[in-house]
């Protein structure tokens, strides 16, 4: 998940008065009332950059719901792949696609940031396409499966489910192409990829978050996706979720946050090109019913970060932003379990 990648102006760093929230996201959020919480949250807040996210306790926040800065547009990076999922699993349902399909390996799809397939070659089946690219995060992976269900697909579920402000690329080497300064819609392939290794660009290059080429999203979006996705509300079958929840299990990012013993599911992102960095980590965990008889109860979440600096900052910024978050989601739990 926090692999790097070797890839605008992040938003203005948060205000912070003192040690405390703004008084009217503390009383909004009803943090008043959960100290030790709200001492969390503010550990997240004060990481450089802009920051945003969104908890919520109980389907739709129905027992509690905190968010900051939650519809503002950041950088999220592989955190879309978990849109490629639901595409690919939908097109199983339908028949359009079978995940023990066996399904080329070679330099003709072959991406950065790659930690499963980079020096593979040959065949492999779907599922494990799949699972590449949801625990792993590669990106070799990403652009098989997304050469299957095809982009402007995945941007129709997007728009159907109702997620406004969420954008995925063609392919994460026509993202890493333009980024590299490659014309709109030009993928450089394997040679280009290796070009942008060795630090030769094609020209200008582009900022990550633009208008063309994108990993983009917001804490709400990702959380009423996971919210519905999570409940089945994209598949006709439970064999269906059953596989999606399997594959989300597998997201390396959940041993890095979640409380021990905790079932979750999630997929987190990153990016640093440049001087911009990036961290995202949207998902669910489960926590146990607190009395026989009582019901499961599901805390989706979002946390994202963007900044700007030298690459010095990443090291620091990554074990902050995991840590504050692991806080954050250990009092959830503490509070609400």
């Known amino acids: 998940m926090f692999a790097r990648r070797t890839l605008i102006s992040a938003a203005p ?22 100290p030790a919480l709200k001492a969390a949250l503010l550990q997240f807040l004060q990481l ?12 739709h926040g129905r027992i ?47 991406s950065l940031s790659s930690p499963v397939l980079i020096g593979m070659s040959g065949e492999m089946p779907a599922r494990m396409v799949l699972e590449a690219m949801i625990a792993h995060s ?24 109702g997620l406004r402000n969420t954008v995925v690329p063609d392919s994460t080497r026509r993202l890493f ?5 490659a014309p709109a819609g030009v993928d450089k392939g394997w040679a280009g990829m290796e070009e942008i290794m060795a630090g030769r660009l094609f020209g200008e290059p582009r900022p990550a978050i633009n208008p063309v080429e994108s990993m983009l999203s917001t804490p709400n979006d990702f959380v009423a996706y996971y919210t519905r996705a999570l409940k089945g509300r994209f598949f006709r079958r439970p064999q269906t979720l059953t596989e999606f929840k399997r594959i989300q299990a597998m997201a390396d990012a959940i041993a890095l946050v979640v409380p021990p013993d905790l079932a979750a599911y999630a997929k987190g992102g990153s990016i640093d090109w440049g ?24 805390v989706t979440f979002c946390f994202v970060v963007n900044w700007e600096g030298p690459d010095s900052t990443i090291p620091t910024v990554t074990a902050d932003f995991t840590a504050a978050i692991s806080r954050v989601l250990a009092e959830v739990e503490r509070r609400f379990g």
Request: proline content about 7%.
């Open 13 to 34: 760093a948060l205000a912070l008065a003192g040690t405390g929230f703004p008084a009217s996201h503390a009383e909004a959020a009803g943090l008043a009332d959960h």
């Open 48 to 59: 450089p950059g802009g920051t945003g996210y969104q908890i919520d306790v109980g389907d």
């Open 64 to 110: 509690f719901r905190t968010s900051y800065k939650g519809g503002t547009v950041r950088f999220v990076g592989s955190a879309v792949k978990t849109f490629i999922l639901t595409k690919f699993l939908q097109d199983v349902e339908d028949g359009r696609l079978d995940e023990n399909a066996l399904l080329p390996v070679d330099d003709r799809v072959r």
């Open 138 to 161: 590669d990106n070799t992976a990403t652009d098989i499966a997304m050469a299957q269900v095809e982009p402007d697909r995945v941007r129709a579920l997007i728009r159907a489910i």
């Open 177 to 181: 192409s333009y980024l590299a300064g």
């Open 275 to 298: 001087a911009f960095h990036a961290l995202c980590i949207p998902g669910q965990m489960i926590l146990p019913p607190q009395r026989r008889g009582q019901p499961k109860t599901p």
